[in-house]
Nanobody
Framework: QVQLVESGGGFVQPGGSLRLSCAASGSLFTIYTMGWYRQAPGKQRELVATITRGGSTNYADSVKGRFTISRDNAKNTVYLQMNSLKPEDTAVYYC??????????????WGQGTQVTVSS
């Protein structure tokens, strides 16, 4: 099995910053693309940003220029630096990883989610 554990969520005022982390562990052979998704109340889960193993990134238009995704392959960890936060960024943020396990099964894993609240 593969476990993803997120940390770093919290409450911040508009214009503030937060940094999310997500560490993968378990029966891992390789982690391919990692990413962050978010789900606001009453809305569908949406992509925030993804990063390939080689470091290529993709962002939702709504966060371009404000959020930065990065990863440390040696630590099996992905980060999301969020700057200039807006109230509309309020959501539960989920980590995702496309993994190849040691039993050579490939699959999608999700973290439990971390709440980010942006409010004055």
């Amino acid at each position: 099995q593969v476990q993803l554990v997120e940390s770093g969520g919290g409450f911040v005022q508009p214009g503030g910053s937060l940094r999310l982390s997500c560490a993968a562990s378990g029966s891992l052979f390789t982690i391919y693309t990692m990413g962050w998704y978010r789900q606001a109340p009453g809305k569908q889960r949406e992509l925030v940003a993804t990063i390939t193993r080689g470091g290529s990134t993709n962002y939702a238009d709504s966060v371009k220029g404000r959020f930065t995704i990065s990863r440390d392959n040696a630590k099996n960890t992905v980060y999301l630096q969020m700057n200039s936060l807006k109230p509309e960024d309020t959501a539960v943020y989920y980590c995702n990883a496309d993994t190849l396990r040691t039993d050579l099964l490939r699959g999608d894993s999700w973290g439990q989610g971390t709440q980010v609240t942006v409010s004055s």
